[in-house]
T-cell receptor, first 113, second 114 residues
Framework: QKEVEQNSGPLSVPEGAIASLNCTYS??????FFWYRQYSGKSPELIMS????GDKEDGRFTAQLNKASQYVSLLIRDSQPSDSATYLC?????????????FGQGTILTVHP | DTGVSQDPRHKITKRGQNVTFRCDPI?????LYWYRQTLGQGPEFLTY????????KSRLLSDRFSAERPKGSFSTLEIQRTEQGDSAMYLC????????????FGPGTRLTVT
């Protein structure tokens, strides 16, 4: 079992729709969770971080965390073609490795006009 | 620009050659991380430093790889006797030591081993 799992997609949504991206993780002691956006040929860009159960909203983005289910999600409202990218879920390792990020393989999102 | 910088941005080398990459973190960040990313995969952790101390190195990392951060500022990653399987994007990130450990990535160094 991979430590961080994402559906690789591609996920295709029409412009203006809500895109829902999901991630599960295996290490129960994980404390911090991040979503990165990566455009083709570029490096990952941090867009959301979440540390407590529940929802966290930032503009059109909402991150959701459920530690009991070991599940993190990212919702993108009013999706735009410029949101087309790969979205990486990252989990901060717990215990003595706190600080190191473990990434999922990423979900490719395409927003079509 | 006060973001993470990496040099060079691209490197083409022949198999068996040594290469060295440099990373300059965000100035006040005391943690520095190296990751490697291949096509279609998420970044894979290689090693990280807190100030000048190397705190962890991936078990997957060959002895051909070595990293330093001698003065707790910039870092170098050296790959000796490169192999074609070393071809990847090498990413550097930095963070503050604190509650969140939000990591910010540099633009990466793309290595091609021919």
């Amino acid at each position: 079992q991979k430590e961080v799992e994402q559906n690789s997609g591609p996920l295709s949504v029409p412009e203006g729709a809500i895109a829902s991206l999901n991630c599960t993780y295996s290490d129960r002691v994980s404390q911090s969770f991040f979503w990165y956006r990566q455009y083709s040929g570029k490096s990952p860009e941090l867009i959301m971080s979440i540390y407590s159960n529940g929802d966290k909203e930032d503009g059109r983005f909402t991150a959701q965390l459920n530690k009991a289910s070991q599940y993190v999600s990212l919702l993108i409202r009013d999706s735009q073609p410029s949101d087309s990218a790969t979205y990486l879920c990252a989990v901060n390792a717990g215990g003595t490795s706190y600080g190191k990020l473990t990434f999922g393989q990423g979900t490719i999102l395409t927003v079509h006009p | 620009d006060t973001g993470v910088s990496q040099d060079p941005r691209h490197k083409i080398t022949k198999r068996g050659q040594n290469v060295t990459f440099r990373c300059d973190p965000i100035s006040e960040h005391n943690r520095l991380y190296w990751y490697r990313q291949t096509l279609g995969q998420g970044p894979e952790f290689l090693t990280y430093f807190q100030n000048e101390a190397q705190l962890e190195k991936s078990r997957l990392l060959s002895d051909r790889f070595s990293a330093e951060r001698p003065k707790g500022s910039f870092s170098t990653l050296e790959i000796q006797r490169t192999e074609q399987g070393d071809s990847a994007m090498y990413l550097c990130a930095s963070s503050l030591l604190g509650d969140t450990y939000e990591q910010y990535f540099g633009p990466g160094t793309r290595l091609t081993v021919t």
